[in-house]
């Protein structure tokens, strides 16, 4: 019955956030009102939101790419946080993280055979 997940990941400027994921990470804005964001890039779609009391800390997600090494390039060349070059790990992902400049961690993953 599950058809999709939208992760929430909490900023304290979600504005600001919303110029980072749209600028930097290369999403488009389909929703904002400076406490959330719907943010969008081809078929993945991450909600921004206001740290408070209830969401507090930090979040992560993970998205599954078609081209790691690909995106990986395209987002050291906007210094966007990525932390360090993609990895072909045993379980069969081609992985790399980026952290946001809130400290959400977002780890992108190409399958491989």
């Known amino acids: ?7 929430e990941l909490p ?5 600001a956030g919303v110029a980072y994921y749209r600028d930097v990470l290369g999403f ?3 929703f904002e009102n400076g406490e959330i964001g719907v943010m969008d890039r081809d078929a993945a779609r991450i909600l921004l939101i206001a740290r408070t009391e209830r969401h507090t ?3 992560s997600c993970y998205v599954y790419v078609a081209d790691a090494d690909a995106l990986h390039a395209e987002l ?3 210094r966007a946080g990525v932390q360090g070059e993609p990895v072909s790990r045993p379980w069969g992902l ?6 946001d ?3 959400n961690r977002i780890t992108f993953g190409q ?3």
């Open 1 to 7: 019955m599950l058809e999709k997940i939208m992760p």
């Open 11 to 15: 900023l304290n400027d979600v504005t």
């Open 28 to 30: 488009s804005v389909n």
């Open 57 to 59: 800390g930090i979040g």
């Open 76 to 78: 050291m060349g906007k």
């Open 94 to 99: 081609r992985e790399f993280e980026v952290l």
């Open 101 to 103: 400049p809130e400290g």
């Open 111 to 113: 399958p491989f055979e």
